[in-house]
């Protein structure tokens, strides 16, 4: 069975200041790999995903993540925070069809 | 907005009631699948649905039950409900053909479960 695991349950930058939030994926084979943000009462919105085509993945809202076979790693990066980040980062690999979520990682961005 | 709507936004029910949820898929999905998110977890799947047809299933009891309409809209039922049924359920709509599609989230119906 796939899995994902987020090392980090909550991360604090400063707004202007990289991003790092970090995923580790277990899988028999190449897997399809997503992120998802989701702010606070609202639902899920897909940032990205990496389906093999490459391993830098560009998303949407400046963010991007790098698909590591080597390392069984999918971290999430942005160059600069902004203060509308705040939210709850999901790594999550499919399976099947079906999407099996890690713990979350929760990000604040202070001014 | 992802074009996937869900009803209602939030809910009370008494335990040992039933439940049902109800989600409208996006425009030409003809997938959904549901999900439950305990409160501080990442969401669980429950069962997905592809053209009406039960396509996978989580570890969740039987009393959860869903159904799939010809217009690719869905409900989920949840019988006898439990104190642990508090939770947001969220719908997926996707469009499958062999490679995995992207899924597009509703914005979820709060459970509480009293």
């Known amino acids: 069975a796939q899995s994902v695991t987020q090392l980090d349950s909550h991360v604090s930058v400063s707004e202007g200041t990289p991003v790092l939030l970090r995923c580790n994926y277990s899988s028999s084979y190449s897997p399809s790999l997503f992120w998802y943000v989701q702010h606070p009462n609202k639902g899920l919105q897909l940032l990205l995903k990496y389906t093999s085509a490459a391993t830098l993945v560009k998303g949407i809202n400046g963010f991007e993540a790098e698909f590591k076979k080597s390392e069984t790693s999918f971290h999430l990066t942005k160059p600069s925070a902004h203060m509308s980040d705040a939210a709850e980062y999901f790594c999550?690999?499919?399976?099947?069809?079906?999407?099996?979520f890690g713990q979350g990682t929760e990000l604040s961005v202070k001014p | 907005e992802t074009g996937v709507t869900q009803s209602p936004t939030h809910l009370i029910k008494t335990r040992g009631q039933q439940v049902t949820l109800r989600c409208s898929s996006q425009?030409?999905?003809?997938?959904v699948s549901w999900y439950q998110q305990a409160l501080g977890q990442g969401p669980q799947f429950i069962f997905q649905?592809?053209?009406?047809?039960?396509?996978g299933r989580g570890n969740f009891p039987p009393r959860f039950s869903g159904l799939q309409f010809p217009n690719y809209s869905s409900e989920l039922n949840v019988n006898a409900l439990e104190l642990d049924d508090s939770a947001l359920y969220l719908c997926?709509?996707?469009?499958?053909?062999?490679?995995?599609?992207?899924?597009?989230f509703g914005q979820g119906t709060r459970l509480t479960v009293v």
């Open positions: 649905y592809y053209r009406e047809e039960e396509n």
């Open positions: 997926a709509s996707s469009f499958l053909q062999g490679a995995i599609s992207e899924a597009f």
């Open positions: 425009s030409g999905h003809n997938t």
């Open positions: 999550v690999v499919s399976e099947g069809g079906k999407l099996i």
